[in-house]
């Protein structure tokens, strides 16, 4: 008995593990038919530290949102943003609100040709009226650029819990004065 067994067992897990390699191929051949958006592919080191810089300096995301993401920058110069430490929003819907903004709130556009024609949900500026959000006053973003941002946010950012001085060191540089408060 015990012998069949395990003989069975092992043979099960041969088929198991030949049916997960074989799904696992399958997936891959399915991922290198991209899509435009949809699931997060695997995202490099140089990607997430391209859209770092996009966040900290080219499109200054961090002047609202802060270092950390949480909203409560220490810089804040415009209202504090939602945390972006704890957003629900997927990866295309992180990639419509970069681009297009948030119809009635501080969140600007970076797409330069936003509210041009229906490209963000639909309406133009004329539609929107008071409620258009304003153009980011830094410079707008090329598509690869706001993907960097939001790819290095999903990397970075999302789903992280409270800060940790770790985090912190990470952002700016071991013993940076700026993570002083989190030792
Ligand atoms: C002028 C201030 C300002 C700047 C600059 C700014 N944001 Fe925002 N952002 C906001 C505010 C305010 C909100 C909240 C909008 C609302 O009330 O729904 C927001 C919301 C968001 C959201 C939606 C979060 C959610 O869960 O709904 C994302 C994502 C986001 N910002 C990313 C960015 C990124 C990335 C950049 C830089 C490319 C950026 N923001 C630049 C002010 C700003």
């Known amino acids: 008995m015990l012998v069949q067994g395990s003989g069975r067992g092992r043979l099960l897990g041969i088929v198991t593990a030949c049916c997960v390699l074989v799904a696992?191929?399958?997936?891959?051949e399915a991922g290198t038919g991209a899509d435009d958006g949809g699931e997060a592919p695997a995202i490099s080191d140089s990607q997430i530290a391209f859209g770092?810089?996009?966040y900290q300096t080219r499109a200054s995301c961090i002047v609202c949102h802060?270092?950390?993401?949480?909203?409560?920058a220490a810089e804040r110069a415009a209202a504090p943003g939602l945390s972006l430490r704890e957003t629900v929003l997927t990866r295309d819907q992180l990639i419509e609100v970069v681009k297009c903004g948030?119809?009635?709130t501080n969140m600007p556009y970076h797409d330069?040709?936003?509210y041009?024609?229906?490209?963000?949900?639909?309406v133009t500026a004329a539609e929107l009226g008071d409620?258009?959000?304003?153009?980011?006053?830094?410079?707008?973003?090329?598509?690869?650029?706001?993907?960097?941002v939001v790819d290095y946010l999903i990397a970075r950012v999302v789903g992280r819990g409270e800060i940790t001085l770790a985090e912190c060191e990470e952002f700016?540089?071991?013993?940076?004065?700026?993570c002083a408060e989190y030792q």
Do not use: H
């Open 24 to 28: 696992g191929i399958g997936g891959l």
């Open 52 to 54: 770092k810089t996009v």
């Open 66 to 72: 802060g270092w950390s993401g949480n909203g409560d």
């Open 102 to 104: 948030r119809p009635g």
């Open 112 to 114: 330069s040709f936003a």
């Open 116 to 122: 041009t024609d229906d490209r963000c949900y639909g």
């Open 131 to 148: 409620q258009m959000p304003t153009r980011t006053i830094a410079s707008t973003l090329q598509r690869r650029e706001i993907e960097a």
């Open 172 to 178: 700016w540089e071991p013993g940076a004065r700026a």
